[in-house]
T-cell receptor, first 115, second 112 residues
Framework: GAGVSQSPSNKVTEKGKDVELRCDPI?????LYWYRQSLGQGLEFLIY????????KSGLPSDRFSAERTGGSVSTLTIQRTQQEDSAVYLC?????????????FGPGTRLTVL | DQQVKQNSPSLSVQEGRISILNCDYT??????FLWYKKYPAEGPTFLIS???IKDKNEDGRFTVFLNKSAKHLSLHIVPSQPGDSAVYFC???????????WGAGTKLIIKP
């Protein structure tokens, strides 16, 4: 498929464990975003990658969160020492450019549950 | 501090009638607005957008209206169809900045 893919689709973990969430963007898209959607809330920006530029990490809620993007393609969001408040749907999106009018294409998300 | 607010968590509309989804914002610097649609277990998909230089943008059954003085935008769907049942998110940005500020969404239910 040519869309954005994310894995796993669901992840249940115990408090204190580390988790890794993966995103495969659309080929050729230079911009990649991670968002978090908690129950009843809008999408919360986490981090943004654009080409080879330094990522915008301003949305990461704590230093337990980190992300990397290898070779300008696949991205991994890592949450260390997970807490119950980390439970949410984590969405990845990619776009051709870095302007708001460049349509963002979303993956189906990873639903993270921290027990 | 929610800069983009969708005050109706849900809306139920009869098939064939008009659906009107509302969105309010507080930041007067926002100049680009978007609507996304989300089905369960899928990511949001882009629906329609509007720049602050316009007050209306139309695409088929979907029209977005922008009232800058009231800091309010609305999405009209006419006529509503069962496939329109989804969660609709309003988002805004400032100066075509890549960062979008999102509302909490409105769940639209189209009744047959």
């Amino acid at each position: 498929g040519a869309g954005v893919s994310q894995s796993p689709s669901n992840k249940v973990t115990e408090k204190g464990k580390d988790v890794e969430l993966r995103c495969d963007p659309i080929s050729g898209h230079t911009a990649l975003y991670w968002y978090r959607q908690s129950l009843g809330q809008g999408l919360e920006f986490l981090i943004y990658f654009q080409g080879n530029s330094a990522p915008d990490k301003s949305g990461l809620p704590s230093d337990r969160f980190s992300a990397e993007r290898t070779g300008g393609s696949v991205s991994t969001l890592t949450i260390q020492r997970t807490q119950q408040e980390d439970s949410a749907v984590y969405l990845c999106a990619s776009s051709r450019g870095h302007r708001s009018y460049n349509e963002q294409f979303f993956g189906p998300g990873t639903r993270l549950t921290v027990l | 501090d929610q800069q983009v607010k969708q005050n109706s968590p849900s809306l139920s509309v009869q098939e064939g009638r008009i659906s009107i989804l509302n969105c309010d914002y507080t930041n007067s610097m926002f100049d680009y607005f978007l609507w996304y649609k989300k089905y369960p277990a899928e990511g949001p998909t882009f629906l329609i957008s509007i720049s602050s230089i316009k007050d209306k943008n139309e695409d088929g059954r979907f029209t977005v209206f922008l009232n800058k003085s009231a800091k309010h935008l609305s999405l009209h769907i006419v006529p509503s169809q069962p496939g329109d049942s989804a969660v609709y998110f309003c988002a805004a940005s400032e100066g075509s900045n890549y960062q979008l500020i999102w509302g909490a969404g409105t769940k639209l239910i189209i009744k047959p």
